[in-house]
């Protein structure tokens, strides 16, 4: 996940939309805004207020993607967890592809979580017993090829494909695409470059 290059500023922070809510053994379920913790049976010695601030959308150049941030907090300052916490998140992907990801601030990277998708499509349920900031990664490929094919068309040129040889080794594939590789670190299961809609098509838990 190294190539997501969104960083959140405490200036930031600072103005993001926040939401707080009184955390005790008897009650640790919370909802604030369309998000909902229940930090379970084990999580909560002594009264606590969870805070919720809301960063919103930032563009990763590097990953093709977009990130809907959250911060997670508590009044305490206290952020790790002796068991799991669950977050219900809702889910903005729509049809292209989503998942959550935190920010480890020891490496400076984002990474994946553990999460569950709804039925319907409409929410996450994540796991963490860690508090830091959360998104959801969003891919912008389709969006980008409608928008700007030229760019999508540099994507592709960067995929090794399946076979491990690069795109030069696939002329015949510079309209056509593949049938799947790698970029960077992601698995892609199909490429097309036909028609006004060009698509890079990844695996979910690539």
Not at 116 to 145: K, N, P, R, W
């Amino acid at each position: 996940m190294s190539l997501i290059d969104v960083r959140i500023s405490e200036n930031e922070r600072q103005n993001a939309k926040t939401g707080s809510y009184l955390i005790t053994k008897d009650e640790p379920v919370c909802t604030v805004g369309d998000v909902t913790v229940d930090f379970g049976k084990w999580n909560i010695e002594e009264d606590d207020v969870f805070t919720l601030r809301t960063i919103g959308e930032r563009r990763s150049e590097g990953s093709a993607s977009t990130l809907f941030v959250y911060d997670f907090a508590m009044e305490s300052g206290r952020h790790e967890f002796p068991t799991e916490v669950t977050i219900t998140m809702p889910r903005k992907a729509g049809d292209r592809d989503g998942r959550p990801v935190w920010f480890d601030e020891t490496t400076g990277e984002w990474k994946p979580l553990a999460f569950s998708v709804s039925d319907d499509g409409s929410y996450y349920t994540i796991y963490t017993d860690h508090f830091c900031d959360v998104a959801e990664q969003i891919s912008d490929a389709e969006l980008m090829a409608s928008e700007n094919p030229e760019k999508l068309c540099i994507l592709h040129a960067q995929l090794t494909y399946s076979d491990g040889k690069p795109l030069g080794h696939h002329r015949n594939r510079d309209r056509s695409g593949g049938n799947g590789g790698r970029l960077g670190n992601r698995l892609c299961r199909s490429v097309s470059l036909r028609g006004s809609r060009p698509r890079l098509l990844f695996h979910p838990k690539a």
